[in-house]
Each structure stands twice: as C-alpha cells, then as structure tokens.
C-alpha cells in the first residue's frame, strides 16, 4: 500500500436488526467502493466458513456480491455508488458519511432468500419417471427449495430451522428437477424441520449438555443438522421432561421418509449424507428412549414385587426422584446421579443463612469428587459436608441430632440435583431410629465401558466393607466433640474414657499414659480418683502479670532464638520478621541444643534451676505455619518467629549493570513493535546452548533434568524409569537452542511463542560436546540456515544471546562472525543484544529450555556399542579431555601404522628377492657340484653385490638352539621370516584402519537420534518443536568467504585483539559501521553502494529512516531517582548527539560500586603516603607504635619516618585518643592528611575490621619497639599449642623453607593458608628435609 492506506470498518449482517459480524480491512484511499465492497465480502465469506486461512472461490465472492442489497455509512445509502466505476472511497468520505473513522455497513441477505437481485435460474425440468428408469441422467443444474421469508422481522425457531435445512440442501447439491420431485423434497424437508426443532427444544435432556454446546462424541460432532441447529435461537427456555410416545413418534417419522424418487448418479451422494444425518438423529432419540424404557421396567417390576417395593420405600427421601435409583436390601439403595436427568429444588429470592450453608458443602464434595479417580468410593462424614459451619452459622457450638438430621437432608437434596459436567453414583443405607443414615459417592465416566457393571460392583462390595468403620470413626469424632465441648477433660483422660466406652479396655494400643488410664479404672470402679490431673496446665501460660505474651517457657523460648538465631542481638540487622530455620535439623533436635544453652547457663551459675521444657508438640506451634489460608494454620503462636521450609533454587545473583541493561533491552522491544506496524521485514531471534546432557557409557544415566511430574509407564514394569545411582560419565550432548521470537502488536505482549496468530518456534540441534564443541560461527551459520529454511528474507534481525563464550561480545571471534552473518544475509540493520552477568533468566530464549526440559524428563541416556578395541581404548578415560586424549593417541597410532605397513611392505619385497635369488643359486651350484660352504658363501656375495643385507633374514630364520654330543646347533626355518613380516603387517593394518573419531560419532549417533525423536514431540501454541541437522563445512566457510571480501588479509587464523593488526581493512570496516557497547553491537548498512550494495528496506512510510534507527543508551532520569529515561525521553535528548548510542556515563559498573571506589581511593593515597615519606611499602622500622580497634581488638600500627619526631608527638597522640574516649577504629585516621602531623604520626587508611594484621606489626631485628606474636589473621595471642610460630610450623612442616607470620589453630583449621615472606631460611629447609626423611 501507498502512505494513504487506512484501515476501514465494515459490519455485515443478514437482516435489519441482526448481529453484525465485525471486520477491519486494510483500503487506499483511491481505491474504489465496489473493490473495497467485495473484498469485504471475501473475509465475510472466510469467516461464515469458520477456517480464516481458506482460499474463497471467485465464483463464490461475486455470487455473494450480488445479494448485497445496501451499503450505508452513518444512515446515508451509498448503494447506487457500488457499481461506480469512478467512486472512490476518497471521494464518498466526507463530514455525513466519515467512511474512514465510522466504516460501512453491508446488508448481506441469506442464500435461500427469494428476494436476492439474481435469483438462479431453473434448469430444464426432467420427468422424475425418466430419472427412474434411468432413461436420462439428472442434469448438473436444478432447482433449489427457497425459504421466502421478510428479512425485516426476526423469524421464529421453525423459519430459522427451514432456512438452515434449506441451504443444507443447497450445499449438498440436493434439490428437484420436476413438480413431483419438489413437493416430496418439502414434504421431507417438513418432516425433517419438525423433528430438528423437537431436539432443540429438548437440547439439554437428549445430548446431556446445554445447548449449544455438542458433547466430545465424534459422530455427533460430524453431524451438519446438529451444527446447524447451533446458529438457531429460542425464545423459550429448555425443556427437560420429554414424553417417550414423543420420541417414538419423532423415530417412525424419519424411518418412514422416503427419496425413491430422488435416484440417479448425480443424486446418489447427497441422499447417502442425508440418510447418515437422520441415522444419527434416530440413534440420538433411541438412546434417550433405551433410558426411559429402563427407567418404566423397574417401576412395574417394584409393583409387581411387593418384597421390591418395600425396598423401594427404605430409599431416603433425598434420592428417591431420581431416575436411576435402585434398592439393593431392605434398608441399602444406589443411585445414578447425571445432571441433565435430576430435578432442581425450587428457590425463591436470595438463599439464606441455612441455604448458603448447604450449597458450599455440596459444592466442596463436588470438587472433592471431580479429583477422584472413577469407581473410586468416598464416604461422607460431618465433615465434608461442613456440619459445623452449620453450627456456626446457627450460633450453636453443639447441634442436636434434630438440627444434624435436618441438615443432612438439604445436603443430598442439593447433592441430588447433580453437577453439569459430572455423572456420579451413590451407595447408601438409612438406619432405622436415631442412628444416622450414611452414604459413599463415586465418580464414573459419561459413556458406560464394558467394564462399568463390573466396576460399580466392585465399588458397593467395598463399601459396604468399609460402612462399619467409617460409622465408628464418626461416632468417636462426635464423642471427643461432645466431651471436649461440656468438659475441660485432659485429652489422655478423654481418650482413656472414650476406649473404655467403646472398646472396654481404656488403652487398647498402648498409647495413653499410665495416670490417665488409671483414673478411668479408678472413676468405673468407685475408688477415689487423682484430682490433680485436672489442674489446668495453662497456668505456665502466665508469669503473674510480667508482661503482656510473657510466659512460663520464655527462658525456653530466648534459648531456642539462639539456637536458630547466633546472632540475634543485632536486632538492627534483621531484615525480615521470619527467618527461615536452618540451626537445627529437626524438632527434637532444636529442644535437645536448648535444653543443653540453658543447662550450661544453670552450671554457669545464671539460672539456680533448669527452667520449664514443654513438649515437641508445644514447641512445633511456635512457629510460623508454613500456610497461612490453611485452617491449622490458626493453632500456631508464631512466637519462635522461624518456619520449616524445603530449600529452593530460585535464587539469583543481581548483577550491578542489570537495571541499565534492562532499560536498553526495553528501547529496542519498542522499536521493534514499533517497526513491525509498519513493516513485516523485521524478525527477533534468540540463540543459547542448554546445559550438557549427560550420556552414560555402558550403563544409562539420568539427563540431570528434575521432572515437576509423573512419568507414564505400562503396570508391573518398575524398572521403565530407572538409571544409574551415580554421574560418572565422560560423554555429553549439547543442544544448540534457537528461538524465532514472536513480536506483539504491544510491548506488553508476548515476545516468546505468541498466541495462535503468533510466529514463535523453536528450533534444536543436537551435538556431541566432545569433538564437536560449540563455536560462534556454527551458531551464526545455525542461525542463518534457520532464517533460510523458514523462507525469511529480513532486513532488520535482532538477536539476543547471553553473552557466554560462545557470544562474547568482547571476544573477536564473536565480533568477526556477527559482521561475516551481516554480510551473508545481506541486512540493512543488525543489532544483538547480551544480558548482564547473571541475568540470562530474563532472556526470551531461557523460556525454551523449560520446554526442552520435558523431552529430558524421565530420560535415561547411554551411548551405543563402538567396536571392542575402542571401547577399550576409552575404558579408563572419564573425562571429556581424557576422551580428546584417547582420540588422538589412537589418531597417532593409525599414523605409525600406517608407516609401519610401507616398510613392512618393503621388507616382504626383498625378502621375496632373496628367497627367489637363493633358489636359483642353489640350483646352479648344486649343478656345479659346488660344497655347501661354497654355494653358501657364493649366494651370499651375490646377495651382497646386489645390495641386499640378507643378516636380517638370517638371524630372523633361526628358530632356536639345540645342545648336542657335538656342541650347541643352530634350527633354522627359511618360513620364519616371512611369517613374522605378514603378522607385523597385519597389525600395522590393524592399527592404520582405527578410526577412533568415526567410531566415537556412530556410538553418539544412539543419544542424539533418541533425543532428537522426544524433541520433535513437543510443541509450543501447536507449533511443534523442529529439530535441525548440524550445519555443513561448507556454510562456516562462507562466512569465513564473506570476511576475506572485506579483507584479503583476512583467515580463519584471525581471531584475536592482537591479529587484527593483519587485517587493516577490516578495522575501517569495523570503524564505520559498527556502535558497540558493553551489552549491544550493531551494524548498519554505508551509504557506499560498492561496499554494502543497496538498502532494501523500503523508504515509504518513514520505515528505512526507522529501521536505521540506532537506540541511544539509558541516562539517569533526574526526575525519578534510581531509574532511567522512557525511549521516547531519550530520543529527544539523544537527537543532536550522535555520539549517544555508545554513551556509558550512567552504566553504573562503569560508574563503579561506592564502597569499592572508597576502598580504591583509599589504597591509592596509602601508596602515594609510603612513597612520599619513603616508608618502602611501609617498613616494619618504621612503626612506632600501634593502636587497638575499638570494634575489632586488632592492633593497627603507627608509623613514622623520624624517630624523634615521632617522641615530640607522642603527647599530641596521647590527646587525639583521649578526644575521642579510646574509641579508634580500623582505617580511621587520627589526622587528616592535611594536618601537619599526618606526616608524623603516619597510618594506613584502606584497612576494615575483616583486613589482616599489618605485615609491620611483626617484630624487625633492627626496631627497638617489640610487640608480642600475634595470629596474622586474627589477631589473637597464645600459646604455643595454639598459635603457631616459626619453630611449631616447621615442625609441622608448613613453612617451605620459607619466614611464615604467626598463625592460630583456629585460623588454619578455618581454612586459612600459611602466610609466607620471601625469604628463604636454609635451616628450615635442612631441619624438614631431616624430618620428611625420617
């Protein structure tokens, strides 16, 4: 489009006063009325077909263009204007008719209306007797049934049922060719419209849901009558009660239709769809009418059974209208209960009190159901059904029975009622007199299995295996109500009593103690009883008014804070109210460490006795409950302040740049929605690799992947989701991860997958991490070959990585190959964007790995079997680099091998020289009659003169030696040689044919295969996730290609800061075109068409000025403390400073962290002091003198130049102190360096309490003050078993023949390291060289 194009309104509706259906299309404003019309008929048309992506017919459009009976905007008819071949929509806009801000509105009347402007003309009529005896063939155009009706009024629910029946029969291509035919058509259309409006009216009872809504069954959902009834509306509301004479009559009158008369190959298809339709319909009334048929047989059989009805009479009242309720004994009864076959309570006005009542009870049974699983039985005690909230809402803490039974009636009315979208069952038995009834529920799926009879068998047997102890548990839990209601019993003697009532022995399981269980026996028999149990323990809940929540455990109470809180006195500190325990494993474990603090405050005299300890159970509701909206919950004091909770690993590590980065990701989101309004040629990417997936090697390990969730197996195989018990493993896989993000039409939207209309996609491949390690160039070459296979042509991309080492934008490498991917994809704009340090959560691309975690879930990995040489060779090897090593050590034998076979090669031809020579020479001579020693000596000369040192040969012939009566002999074997070449060759080629490589690639193939299948499963917004193949060589190469066009210089060699000397070019190119900063790089195409070629975005619209649109970097907002500019704020002040794009002044790690600035500065002045007063890094002869850290007790020393000078000082020191109450503390300066004894009385200023101690503190042989030996670290004095000296870590061999600073135990015990000087004592080395020996 032009820049005039408008996005215009249209409302089309089928009748005056309809519901309109909405669209906005895309117009010129030059462009006609009667294109826009029609265009806007096309969408209706795509719409009215429900699938928005369906290519609509030309045919079809200007057939429907033709009913258009009037276009108006704003009550003014533009209708004659349609056909206007010069009336454009610039033209019609004006003040009365705003088409551009108010639209257009198109009456569009239906198909079958008689009143459209070209009604079809008929075909030639053909004798319906002719078509019978197939003397003609129905013609391809015939004549359609018409509904005739007024589009002004809104028809009733018999036209709008013909109107769909009838232009059914048009779709279908279903109509009349004579009068005869055409009266027998209306006459089953008739009876057809009857029975359709029969089953609307009845909608809810036949298919069980409410209208218009069509149940999951596939064949009623394939249904065109049943569709069509779903556009239809009814004044009247549904109608549940259906007569069975109804539905018989409904049955015999789509039997009797008849379509004798409608034969023929042209009528055979749409007859055979019809009949399909009213099969459905008969087998939708047939259902319904199999259910009443039940429903009657069990009536006549209960009254022709007295013993039946007498069962039926033991239902309660609640169940007894329901339509599937059967007694099973005198007094036991079952009952169906599905929603659209239940009667509904009649209520009047609003609920009260008692109604609202029962209606949440049944509504918390309801959910309790739908979680169950089928056939599976639960009993209804008190409280489920909410009793006592009944009781609350009564203001009776203890109701009667005649209130309980009152209650539970309304309960099962109400249950009786059902739940749409849940058919259930019901077991029950109503006892006689005051005992109560009892019921147990079960949920059961809509469609009966074979299985059904069976299952609901099953689920009466167990319950009423399970009545007897259902009711008794009720009954205790009424008894311990009710004596915990009229008496402050202790719960052991309520217990004590309850099993005595109940079971005769007052402890049964041991469980109660011993005072308890005799005070029952004592109370049953008549003795006196101990009334001391009845003393009311709460008084250790009150300390004689000592303060308001004092009581009698608070020594208890401090010492379990110190337990969970070491240091709880630094209240300041605290940062929270709740504090998530950790100090003791356990319950029991906190009482037993404050047990131990407040016995050793007894023994230390603080407490004359150990104070009160309350049990694990009191001590467990001091704390905080881990849910608040649970009802528990109330029971819980609080008072530890502390929770249990289970450790979590969603903590994460703020970078100090990440408000910053955040800010500068946001401006290019918005340019980005900002740009894809205006132009489709921009895409978001996004690129990381997934954490390594382990593989095992001969046994399967686990991915390392948490499953939230249950995997699926088959029962009975319990080691389907088993692995190894340990992660030993050398062989990982690596899953490149690329994101084609979604861009919203808002910022607010979403920029992961998009909602259906979104472009969101995954896409994965799968490497082996061993010999085939991420590089940048793959991922650039991975994420061009995506663009490629996609069909995207962008000239704007963006990419978001994390900035890792495959993406470090500090690196070269990285750099070379995001300029060689600008190039190969020939973009105007490439920009990428990098997360803060730790901050990789936030990416889009993270959204991924969440996804690809359920293709690893449940996942047990081993790689495949390589040939049993190499499996040896990697036996041992269980690291990766051990891996790489094995690889090359087979690469270098395969070398050898190789040699080896050339020269074994070699030695096989001479030794076939030699063998042929020796015969042929042999032969002569013993023709000559030569002696041996002769014919010996003669070969050997020849052999000689040849050039061939036969000595190797011969020593390789002898095969041993043998002592004889005449001295030691020689065995020789003239095959020897030759054996032993061959089996040499042999293994050469053994070895020169491994392939180490190729093996360990066809073993990892197994993994990747696997992984890549479960990958390829998942889906995204039914996007599914595409697994690619590893690029080729050659697409790395091409970028490689793309970089040597912009620098001749350039090689794969160059990838580092100092090799960019080499390549000139490539610097300008770099100076030119990019903007770089921290966290962003971004390339722009030059205005040099040689050098960048052509923009290709287009200039219209102001899109190129857009789309080479640079984000400034974020600036501080003055206004709003702590945050930065909006984009739009920064725009405007970044407009006339080009320079603002790679702006760092409000980067805050380029601004630096306040506390380690202070420290820098304060490092730098003391090295400035040193120098300026030659205190050489501040010399040991130089301290004077040493004050202690009021905070820390760590001595800090005193230095100075002159020793006089510092003398003369002393009392000035001595003041200083005195001013300030003795209260020095570590890096406080007693004078500022502005003071003229700040070159007296020197100090070093960049030390805190956590700074060791000075290195001059320690005593100089040449220094006159001596100060005792100290722990470097600490600071603390002592003994020589606890703080080490020179002579105690030599002892202990620490030293390395080296001078070491004091340590303490305790410090080197904590981990810390023996600090040395750089001297060396020869002494040491000998005294620990003697010992190490001995």
């Known amino acids: 489009f032009t820049h005039g194009m408008k996005y215009i309104g249209c409302r089309l509706t089928e009748r005056k006063g309809g519901q309109a259906v909405k669209v906005k299309l895309p117009a010129d404003e030059n462009d006609l009325l009667h294109d826009f019309v029609k265009r806007a008929v096309r969408r209706f048309r795509k719409k009215d077909a429900g699938v928005e992506s369906l290519e609509v017919e030309d045919a079809e459009v200007e057939k429907a263009f033709r009913r258009v009976s009037s276009v108006t905007c704003e009550g003014y008819d533009l209708s004659e204007y349609v056909h206007n071949p010069a009336a454009s929509l610039h033209d019609l806009n004006s003040t009365d008719t705003p088409i551009f801000s108010s639209g257009i509105d198109i009456l569009l009347p239906p198909t079958t209306n008689s009143l459209t402007e070209n009604p079809k003309k008929k075909a030639k009529l053909v004798c319906s007797r002719d078509v019978l005896l197939r003397k003609v063939v129905v013609p391809q155009s015939m004549d359609f049934l018409q ?11 018999q036209d709008q049922i013909k109107q769909k029946l009838y232009s059914l029969f048009e779709e279908i291509d279903l109509g009349y060719c004579d009068p005869a035919q055409e009266s027998k058509l209306s006459t089953n259309a008739g009876h057809l419209q009857s029975t359709l409006c029969f089953i609307q009216k009845h909608w809810k009872v036949l298919l069980r849901a409410d209208f218009p809504f069509i149940p999951d069954t596939e064949e009623y959902h394939q249904s065109k009558l049943l569709l069509s009834l779903q ?70 059989q209960g009254l022709l059974n007295p013993e039946s009805a007498s069962k ?42 008692f109604q609202k009542c029962v209606n949440a009870a049944v509504a918390n049974v309801i959910s309790q159901i739908k979680g169950r699983k089928f056939y599976d039985p639960m009993f209804l005690t008190d409280n489920a059904m909410n009793i006592e909230e009944f009781g609350k809402a009564c203001n009776t803490v203890c109701l009667d029975s005649q209130k309980r039974s009152t209650f539970r009636e309304a309960f099962r009315k109400k249950l009786a009622e059902g739940e749409a979208g849940l058919k259930f069952h019901i077991y029950g038995k109503v006892n006689a007199g005051q005992n109560p009834d009892y019921i147990f529920v079960w949920k059961v799926p809509f469609s009966n299995g074979d299985n059904h009879v069976g299952n609901v068998a099953k689920a009466i047997i167990e319950c009423q295996k399970m009545a007897p102890k259902q009711m008794g548990r009720e009954a205790v839990r009424h008894f311990d109500a009710i004596i915990t209601q009229i008496s402050e019993i202790p719960v052991g003697a309520r217990d004590a009593l309850r099993n005595y009532l109940f079971f005769g022995d007052p402890n049964p399981d041991n469980s109660i103690a011993d005072d308890y269980v005799q005070f029952i026996m004592n109370l049953a028999a008549g003795h006196p009883i101990d009334e001391s149990l009845f003393v009311d323990k709460r008084i250790n809940n009150s300390r004689g008014g000592k303060g308001i929540g004092a009581t009698g455990y608070d020594d208890f109470w401090m010492a379990c804070k110190e337990v969970l809180l070491p240091n709880s006195a630094t209240e300041e500190r605290r940062h929270s109210d709740t504090v998530y325990a950790s100090g003791a494993h356990s319950i029991p474990n906190l009482v037993t460490l404050a047990t131990e ?16 300890i309350p049990s694990t159970e009191w001590v467990r509701l001091q704390f905080v409950p881990s849910r608040d909206d649970n009802a528990a919950a109330e029971r819980f004091t609080g008072r530890l302040e502390a929770k249990r909770a289970i450790q979590t690993r969603t903590l994460r590590k703020e970078h100090i740049d990440q408000h910053w980065v955040n800010s500068m990701t946001r401006y290019y989101l918005e340019w980005m929605v900002e740009l894809k309004k205006k132009y489709d040629g921009v895409e978001f990417f996004g690129q990381d690799d997934k954490a390594k997936i382990a593989v095992g090697d001969k046994v399967a390990i686990s991915t390392g992947v948490r499953a939230n969730n249950k995997g699926i197996v088959l029962v009975g195989d319990d080691d389907a989701l088993r692995a190894l018990d340990h992660d030993f493993h050398a062989a990982n896989l690596i899953a490149s991860a690329t994101l084609r993000c979604n861009i919203p039409d808002e910022v607010s939207g979403s920029f992961f997958i998009g909602d259906d209309d979104g472009v969101g996609q995954i896409f994965v491949t799968i490497r082996d991490a061993i010999f085939d390690p991420s590089n940048v160039f793959d991922h ?10 996609k069909g995207l042509n962008p000239t704007v991309l963006v990419l978001q990585t994390d900035g890792g080492p495959d993406h470090s934008m500090k690196r070269v490498a990285v750099q070379l190959a995001l300029i060689a991917t600008f190039k190969e994809l020939d973009i105007d704009h490439f920009v990428v964007l990098r997360c803060a340090p730790n901050g990789s959560a936030r990416n889009k691309i993270e959204r991924s790995m969440s996804v690809l975690n359920l293709g690893l879930a449940h996942v047990a990995t081993r790689r495949g079997d390589m040939d049993p040489w190499a499996e040896k060779a990697a036996m041992n090897a269980s690291s990766m680099q051990a891996v790489r090593d ?19 090669r070699m030695k096989l031809a001479t030794l076939g020289i030699v063998e042929s020579a020796s015969i042929s020479l042999t032969k002569y001579m013993q023709a000559m009659q030569a002696e041996d020693k002769i014919r010996s000596s003669t070969i050997s000369s020849v052999l000689s003169f040849l050039g061939i040192d036969v000595s190797e040969f011969a020593s390789a012939s002898v095969a041993g030696t043998v002592e004889t009566a005449g001295g030691v002999e020689t065995v020789t074997d003239a095959t020897l040689p030759r054996s032993v070449l061959k089996a040499k060759h042999a293994k050469a080629s053994m070895a020169a044919s491994r392939n180490f490589y190729e093996e360990w690639k066809a073993s990892m193939a197994v993994p990747i295969n696997a992984i890549s299948e479960r990958f390829s499963y998942l889906k995204t917004a039914d996007r599914p996730v595409v697994v690619t193949p590893r690029v080729p060589s050659e697409a790395v190469a091409a970028l490689h290609a793309q970089l040597e066009s912009i620098d001749p210089a350039y090689s794969s060699a160059v990838f580092l800061k100092d090799h960019l000397k080499k390549v000139p070019k490539m610097l300008a190119f770099i100076d030119t075109h990019v903007a770089a900063t921290p966290y962003s790089y971004s390339v722009q195409k030059c205005n040099n068409v040689e050098c960048c070629g052509e923009l290709r975005t287009p200039v219209a619209n102001g899109v190129r000025d857009l789309v080479m649109q640079r984000q400034p970097t974020p600036q501080a907002d003055t206004k709003r403390k702590g945050h930065f500019l909006s984009r739009a704020q920064a725009l405007v002040e970044s407009a006339s400073v080009p320079s603002s794009v790679v702006d760092l002044s409000a980067l805050p790690s380029v601004i630096g962290d306040p506390l380690k600035v202070d420290a820098r500065k304060k490092t730098k002045r003391d090295t400035a002091v040193a120098k300026v007063l030659n205190l050489k890094s501040w010399d040991a002869k130089k301290v004077r003198g040493v004050l202690k850290c009021y905070h820390c007790a760590k001595p800090r020393c005193i230095y100075s130049p002159v020793e006089a000078t510092y003398n003369a000082a002393t009392t000035a020191l001595q003041q200083k102190m005195e001013s300030v109450s003795g209260r020095f503390s570590c890096g406080d300066l007693l004078f500022e360096d502005s003071h003229h004894l700040s070159k007296v009385l020197v100090q070093q200023q960049a030390l805190t309490c956590a700074t060791r101690i000075e290195k001059g503190y320690f005593n100089h042989r040449d220094r006159k003050l001596k100060l005792p030996d100290i722990c470097i670290y600490c600071g603390e004095e002592g003994a020589e078993d606890s703080l080490l000296c020179q002579p105690q870590l030599v002892e202990r061999k620490l030293t390395g023949g080296k001078i070491c600073f004091p340590l303490c135990v305790n410090c080197l015990k904590g981990g810390k390291k023996v600090l040395k000087t750089g001297r060396k004592s020869a002494a040491n080395i000998r005294k620990e060289k003697v010992g190490a020996s001995s």
């Open 886 to 904: 094995v690889a090359k050590e087979v690469e270098g034998e395969q070398q050898q091998g190789a040699e080896d076979m050339v020269v074994l």
């Open 597 to 612: 603090i407040l016995q050793k405050k007894v023994d230390g005299g603080t407490f004359d006795s150990l104070p009160p």
């Open 780 to 789: 650039c070459a991975q994420l061009i070959d995506t663009l490629r296979r």
């Open 231 to 300: 556009g239809t509306i009814r004044g009247k509301k549904q109608v549940e009660k259906i007569s069975s004479k109804k539905i018989v009559a409904h049955i015999k009158i789509m039997n009797d239709l008849r379509w004798i008369d409608f034969a023929g190959e042209g009528m055979k298809p749409p007859i055979d769809f019809l009949k399909n339709e009213v099969r459905i319909l008969c087998k939708l009334l047939h259902r319904h009418k199999d259910k009443l048929s039940g429903n009657l047989n069990e009536k006549v």
């Open 147 to 157: 509904w005739e009706g007024d589009i002004e009024i809104e028809p009733d629910i």
């Open 312 to 353: 039926k009479n033991a239902v309660t009242t609640a169940f007894k209208n329901a339509l599937r309720t059967v007694p099973l004994s005198d007094k036991e009864f079952h009952s169906e209960i599905d929603h659209p076959f239940t009667k509904k309570m009649s209520s009047r006005g609003r609920p009260g009190d």
